[in-house]
């Protein structure tokens, strides 16, 4: 079973960084990229690391109940799903801060010690994004503004987005910084959208909010595939949805969405996620 926490630890090798975390990268997720950089290597012996990037889009409450009963309303990432792989997650925390905080470091709440928004920014840990960056890689974050503060001066690009009552513009505003942070030649981009996670709280149309998360999704794959950059989208949810009336599960499970961009399709990509469905169904 594969875990929040060997998130960072994957994206840490595919750029062959070191990390210190002990959860093991994910082999599904490298294999995609592995697969393909011998087919570029095939193509274009001159292909260096600038032409590789990784777009990681956390989406807020965004865990495999949602995924499987709202299944009809997330064409653009279902179809993700048939070019890429599947794995359901553990999850590491019921709450936002410190499950973005364990996604983007490899380390478990009680590690990374960031459990409120309060301690954002105090932690002496630095995140994925910011080890990235040290390493001369372009990295741009878009996310709410308190969480965007400490990372400014940190990284390159860092987008803070205000909070709203219309979360739908909020998580428009983030697809729109998505695209920025592509034009500006990033290459490991985290964004988070909210728009599952208000409507869950709200007790609102949950199947709104999934078209609508699915159109930014979709939105955001068409914006990468106008570049030339071999992509590998990495999309997960947080934690268990907050429904009204139920309390969060500690066993919940979120989905790990993982897809090659740019590349020549492999079968060999979408025979590991027929395999995992089988598995895990
Ligand atoms: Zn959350």
């Known amino acids: ?113 960031i459990t409120t928004e309060n301690d954002v920014g105090k932690s002496n840990i630095d995140s994925i994004l910011e080890i990235i960056d040290a390493y001369g890689f372009k990295t741009a974050a878009i996310l709410e503004e308190k969480g965007a503060e400490p990372l400014k ?43 599952i996670d208000r409507f869950a709280h709200r007790a609102y149309d949950m199947h709104v909010a999934a078209r609508f998360t699915d159109a930014i999704v979709g939105h955001i794959v068409r914006a990468i595939r106008t570049t030339d950059a071999e992509t590998i989208l990495i999309m997960c949810g947080d934690h268990e949805a907050h429904t009204q009336n139920e309390t969060p599960d500690e066993e919940a499970r979120v989905p790990l969405i993982a897809v090659p961009l740019n590349t020549q399709l492999s079968s060999a990509a979408i025979s590991i996620s027929d395999k995992l469905m089988e598995n895990h169904d």
């Not at 803070?160 to 979360?167: A, C, L």
């Not at 998580?171 to 728009?195: C, K, N, P, W, Y």
């Open 153 to 195: 001066n940190r990284i390159s690009l860092v987008f803070p987005v205000r909070d709203r009552e219309d979360i739908m513009s909020y998580d428009s505003e983030v697809a729109r910084d998505v695209i920025s942070a592509l034009s500006d030649g990033a290459v490991m981009i985290f964004a988070h959208l909210r728009t």
């Open 1 to 113: 079973m594969c875990s929040l926490l060997q998130i960072a630890p994957t994206i840490a090798k595919m750029f062959a960084i070191p990390l210190s975390s002990d959860a093991e990268p994910l082999n599904e997720v490298l294999q995609l990229q592995n697969q393909n950089q011998i087919q570029i290597q095939n193509q274009n012996q001159n292909k260096n690391n600038s032409d590789f990037r990784v777009v990681l889009i956390v989406i807020d409450s965004f865990d495999c109940n949602i995924f499987r009963s709202f299944a009809s309303d997330f064409p653009e990432i279902n179809a993700l799903v048939d070019r890429g792989i599947l794995l359901p997650c553990d999850t590491v925390s019921t709450h936002t801060t410190p499950a973005i905080a364990s996604i983007l470091t490899g380390l478990p709440p009680e590690s990374h010690g």
